[in-house]
């Protein structure tokens, strides 16, 4: 059992936590970086992956799948390219169907016609619409190559389809704009178009601009700070006046430098969140019998504390946490596996050559869990808006293991 309370790992004498996990939550396999879209600040597009890809080899999703999906409870397809063009896409949703695992869709819109819908709402955990105007104008200017009308009436139509089912197999439908310079001022009403089209959360983060592209550098917040606070402000009212989970992730250190911007410590701006309690929780997840014998028959991942950490724990009332490093890892197309998807994320090992499992309690993925509880990340992880401090006993608990924090 995990200790009551921080002091209690001391005074039980329970083992330091060694940065070795149970398999995680969340898995995120980078199935394609094709795209069907020319958004301007796109660093894929910039790269030209867009339209060159490639594609994840079936083969090695294949053996992704066999090794994870067994243990996960959710997948999500590629967060660099549009899923809905994964080659074998459908042999991807059947297979996450097989094992009882459900799908965290970010998508354009411009796929979710009748036909997708149908194959992926029985398996649908989330779907995230990329969506970064509220009116024609900006949204064809920004998302080039997407009609608004028509991602409009495809969202109103699952929305309908949504609703048909039981509440607990009812998936999160939520808007994901991605802010600048040139949208900013219709925050607040993306804000009313997600409540218009009974969204249940909108999740908005500050672009992320390639260091080689003048245009999205300039768009980026950082340079424009009165204006976003202004606009944030005003979508922030909107939120609480219509009762819409609103949630704006913070201009960090990672997003300034990337736009130029030097000697930015902390947050350039801060986050927001409104009316988080009211998002509903996700459709219950139910792991197929076959998934049940894997998970029996590999047994636990997480080996038993050598016999000298016993002593090396000491009492833990404040740790740092980060939910990809801890639940949600980024397997990409060519195997390699990274603790998250920020551009520039270390390489911590090779599923072409490696397990899943022995990479996700590998020497570095350890090494940077242990490193960020006793709050000294990697520098790739210093400045890092997903660094959270836990000062609850009950969550220390869990990023600890139940454990003590190492010395």
């Known amino acids: ?32 970086r094709h795209c069907n879209l ?19 080899k079936i083969d090695l999703f294949r053996k992704v799948a066999a090794e994870v999906f067994p243990h996960v409870d959710v997948f999500q397809p590629t967060v660099s390219g549009e899923p809905f063009m994964s080659k074998g896409f459908v042999e991807m949703v059947e297979t996450a169907k097989q094992w009882g695992v459900r799908l965290d869709i970010t998508t354009n819109g411009t796929f979710l016609d009748e036909r997708r819908r149908a194959l992926v709402l029985p398996v649908l955990s989330a779907l995230w619409l990329s969506i970064d105007g509220a009116t024609r104008e900006t949204f064809e200017k920004l998302r080039l190559g ?7 009436g495809y969202m109103r139509a699952l929305r309908d389809e ?29 804000v009313e178009l997600a409540h218009e089209l009974r969204a249940d959360r909108v999740v908005a983060s500050h672009v992320h601009a390639d260091e080689n592209d003048t245009y999205s550098k300039e768009v980026c917040l950082v340079w424009s700070q009165d204006l976003a606070t202004e606009w944030i402000g005003r979508a922030a009212a909107r939120a609480e006046a219509l009762c819409m989970p609103l949630f704006i992730g913070p201009l960090d250190a990672h997003v300034a430098r990337a736009a130029g911007a030097e000697n930015v410590d902390g947050n350039a701006l801060p986050a927001w969140s409104i009316h988080q309690d009211r998002v509903p929780p996700p459709p219950v997840v139910r792991p197929t019998e076959a998934a049940a014998q894997t998970r029996g028959a590999e047994g636990s991942w997480v080996p038993p504390p050598a016999a000298e950490v016993v002593a090396a724990a000491a009492p833990a009332t404040s740790v740092w946490g980060c939910r990809y490093l801890w639940e949600r890892p980024h397997i990409a197309l060519d195997g390699a596996v990274t603790p998250c998807c920020v551009p520039g994320a270390p390489v911590l090992g090779n599923l072409t050559e490696e397990r899943f ?31 959270v401090e836990v000062e609850d006993p009950g969550l220390i608990a869990g990023y600890l293991q139940g454990r003590g924090l190492p010395v």
């Open 146 to 152: 997407a009609k608004f009308d028509k991602v409009m």
């Open 162 to 190: 949504v609703a048909e089912l039981p509440r607990e197999e009812r998936p999160l439908i939520g808007f994901s704009p991605v802010l600048t310079r040139d949208n900013v001022h219709e925050l607040p009403t993306m």
């Open 357 to 387: 499992q022995d990479v996700w309690n590998g020497e570095e993925f350890v090494r940077m869990r242990v490193g960020l509880v006793k709050k000294d990340p990697t520098d790739f992880c210093r400045g890092c808006q997903h660094i």
């Open 38 to 56: 020319k958004c301007p600040t796109c660093l894929q597009f910039l790269a030209g992956t867009t339209v060159s890809g490639p594609h994840m």
């Open 1 to 32: 059992m995990p200790p009551s309370s921080p002091e209690s790992a001391a005074a039980t004498g329970l083992p330091a936590f060694d940065g070795t996990l149970p398999p995680p939550r969340v898995v995120v396999i980078e199935t394609t």
